[in-house]
Every structure is written in structure tokens, then in C-alpha cells.
T-cell receptor, first 109, second 113 residues
Framework: GENVEQHPSTLSVQEGDSAVIKCTYS??????FPWYKQELGKGPQLIID?????GEKKDQRIAVTLNKTAKHFSLHITETQPEDSAVYFC????????FGKGTMLLVSP | GAGVSQSPSNKVTEKGKDVELRCDPI?????LYWYRQRLGQGLEFLIY????????KSGLPSDRFSAERTGESVSTLTIQRTQQEDSAVYLC???????????FGPGTRLTVT
């Protein structure tokens, strides 16, 4: 089955800095790669996704890149703000979603 | 409109007891998913329902776990003879169709003592 590795497990940045979270996947058939943000006590919320026919997608301060050959994808957050602090999960799907273990992002004012 | 709701929000039970967790999906969503999230871990797929098709139970960890869904509405996840390792947050999600964006509920935190 699919296996998704996510790094780093924790990431601390200063407000205004950029943050990058990286994931690798094992199943070359996976064709959909969403990113979720989970705040304390809440369910995950989709923030951006990318499909395998696209190499990059951007939405305001967040962007995702996909390298199908290397089977890795990354989340980029620019101009980080304290409200970006949360746990971020990547996932990959061919049939069902397989999630990474999450990255706790802490943005300090 | 209303999002996915789950009840109870917290459940404490004794080892060996059965528990039922409930999920109310977004109205009109044909697909419904259950996940388990252990402390500090990612989400682990358990089961999904799509319309009237047979559910995909491939993620259920043991035969103590089962789930039902009535049509395209409420779903219940049942854990029989609970064990301490069942302690986790159980998340439900729904989507308009299988493979489309999943909307998650707030989860049920289960603690087995």
C-alpha cells in the first residue's frame, strides 16, 4: 500500500519568515495530493491540493509543488503569521487517502 | 450550511465495554469516511461508504471494529470490547462524491481506562 513520509515533525519560524514542509510517497499510481491544517481540538481542514498533472499550484501565501519523478511534494508558506500555527498534514491518494504523520508549525511573533 | 458533526465529543469508557460513535455528514454528500488519529500521529483510514455500494472496510484494525451507514445520512462506528490501545480521536469526513474534497468533523476523543 501507499506510504507517506513527512518532514520535519516540528518547525519553528519567526513571523514573516517562510516555512517549507516536505513529503514523499511510495505509490507511483497516486494522483492526488492534498494538504490539511489542523488546529487544536478541531478536525483537519483542506488548505490546498494538487493533482498529478500539475507541477505547482499557488493560493495567496501558500503554494504546493509536486515532483512525480522523485515522488515528493512540498508545502510552502510565505510571510508566516501567528495564526498559521497548527499541525499540517500531507496526504496522497490513488484509492483512499494516506496521511503523513504531521508537522507542528509554530510561528512566533 | 452545517458542517460534519460528531457525537459525543468526548467519551471515557472502561476496558471491555462497547462504544458507539456517531457522525452526521453534510447533507447531500454521498461519501463518508472514518479515520483514527492517535496522539501525535497522522490519520489512519478505517472505512468508507459511497452511496449504496458495499463499504471499503480495508482499514479496520480488527473485527472488534464495525460501522454502519443508513442510506446517505448518519453513520455509526462501533468498537466492541474496547482496549486501551483504542484510545484515540476518531474523525469522520464526508465528500460530495468519492475522491472529492473531504470535509472533516471535529472528532470524538475516546479514552479507554
Amino acid at each position: 500500500g501507499e506510504n507517506v513520509e513527512q518532514h520535519p515533525s516540528t518547525l519553528s519560524v519567526q513571523e514573516g519568515d517562510s516555512a517549507v514542509i516536505k513529503c514523499t510517497y511510495s505509490d507511483s499510481a497516486s494522483n492526488y495530493f492534498p494538504w490539511y491544517k489542523q488546529e487544536l481540538g478541531k478536525g483537519p481542514q483542506l488548505i490546498i491540493d494538487i493533482r498529478s498533472n500539475v507541477g505547482e499550484k499557488k493560493d495567496q501565501r501558500i503554494a504546493v509543488t509536486l515532483n512525480k519523478t522523485a515522488k515528493h511534494f512540498s508545502l510552502h508558506i510565505t510571510e508566516t503569521q501567528p495564526e498559521d500555527s497548527a499541525v499540517y498534514f500531507c496526504a496522497a491518494r490513488y484509492s483512499t487517502l494516506t496521511f503523513g504523520k504531521g508537522t507542528m508549525l509554530l510561528v512566533s511573533p | 450550511g452545517a458542517g460534519v458533526s460528531q457525537s459525543p465529543s468526548n467519551k471515557v469508557t472502561e476496558k471491555g465495554k462497547d462504544v458507539e460513535l456517531r457522525c452526521d455528514p453534510i447533507s447531500g454528500h454521498t461519501a463518508l469516511y472514518w479515520y483514527r488519529q492517535r496522539l501525535g500521529q497522522g490519520l489512519e483510514f478505517l472505512i468508507y461508504f459511497q452511496g449504496n455500494s458495499a463499504p471499503d472496510k480495508s482499514g479496520l484494525p480488527s473485527d472488534r471494529f464495525s460501522a454502519e451507514r443508513t442510506g446517505e445520512s448518519v453513520s455509526t462506528l462501533t468498537i466492541q470490547r474496547t482496549q486501551q490501545e483504542d484510545s484515540a480521536v476518531y474523525l469522520c469526513a464526508s465528500s460530495l462524491g468519492f475522491g472529492e474534497e473531504q470535509y472533516f468533523g471535529p472528532g470524538t476523543r475516546l479514552t479507554v481506562t
